[in-house]
C-alpha cells in the first residue's frame, strides 16, 4: 500500500492563479482531509468528508473548494490564489468518521504563491 | 470553540534526560485526546489516544497521561532518535483540533 499520496510535493504559483493539490489514498478509507500548517500556528482543519459524495467546511475554508467523486481522491482547489495561501498543505485519511482522531497523513505538499 | 496549547514551544534534552511536555485544552465535548509525532518535511504520524482522565498509554520510550484539562508526554531517557515535534490534538465530532506543538530535541 502507498497509503496516502499527494501531488506536487512543491508548488510556486502568482497571485490570482488557480491550482489543485492532489490527493489519493489505496487503503479504502472513508473520511479524508485537508489541514494548513503554518509556523506557529499548528495544523488547522480547510475541509474533510466523511463518504464519497459527501464534504463539509473545517476551520478555515474560505480561498478553497473540494469536492470527493470517489472514496480513494480528495482534491484541493484554489480558486484564486493569495500570498495568505502560502503553506504546507497535508491530507489525511482514516477508516470513518468513527476514528477521525486516528490519521494517516501524506507527505505534503508546499506552496508558495507571489 | 476548541482551543489547544502545548507547552513548551521547543524542548533540548541531553540524552536519557527524562521529560515531560504538557498539552492543555478546552472543548466543549471531549470524543478523544490523540497524540501525533511530526519529522521534518514528513506528515504527522499517529502516536497515542486517550479517552478519560486517568489513562494511560505507553510506546517505547513515551508515555501518555490524561487529565480533564490537560495531557502529558512523558519521554523516559530519550534517544537521538526521539528528537522530533510532537502535537496533540482534540476531537469534537469530525474535526479535530491541533495545538501548535513541542519541538524535541535531544542531544547524543
Known amino acids: 500500500n502507498a497509503g496516502v499520496t499527494q501531488t506536487p510535493k512543491f508548488q510556486v504559483l502568482k497571485t490570482g492563479q488557480s491550482m489543485t493539490l492532489q490527493c489519493a489514498q489505496d487503503m479504502n478509507h472513508e473520511y479524508m482531509s485537508w489541514y494548513r500548517q503554518d509556523p506557529g500556528m499548528g495544523l488547522r482543519l480547510i475541509h474533510y468528508?466523511?463518504?464519497?459524495?459527501?464534504?463539509d467546511q473545517g476551520e478555515v475554508p474560505n480561498g478553497y473548494n473540494v469536492s470527493r467523486s470517489t472514496t480513494e481522491d480528495f482534491p484541493l482547489r484554489l480558486l484564486s490564489a493569495a500570498p495568505s495561501q502560502t503553506s504546507v498543505y497535508f491530507c489525511a485519511s482514516t477508516e470513518g468518521a468513527g476514528k477521525t482522531g486516528e490519521l494517516f497523513f501524506g507527505e505534503g505538499s508546499r506552496l508558495t504563491v507571489l | 470553540e476548541d482551543q489547544v496549547t502545548q507547552s513548551p514551544e521547543a524542548l533540548r534534552l541531553q540524552e536519557g534526560e527524562s521529560s515531560s511536555l504538557n498539552c492543555s485544552y478546552t472543548v466543549s465535548g471531549l470524543r478523544g485526546l490523540f497524540w501525533y509525532r511530526q519529522d521534518p518535511g514528513k506528515g504527522p504520524e499517529f502516536l497515542f489516544t486517550?479517552?478519560?482522565a486517568g489513562e494511560e498509554k505507553e510506546k517505547e520510550r513515551l508515555k501518555a497521561t490524561l487529565t480533564k484539562k490537560e495531557s502529558f508526554l512523558h519521554i523516559t531517557a530519550p534517544k537521538p532518535e526521539d528528537s522530533a515535534t510532537y502535537l496533540c490534538a482534540v476531537r469534537n465530532d469530525y474535526k479535530l483540533s491541533f495545538g501548535a506543538g513541542t519541538t524535541v530535541t535531544v542531544r547524543a
Open positions: 468528508s466523511v463518504g464519497a459524495g459527501i464534504t
Open positions: 486517550l479517552y478519560s
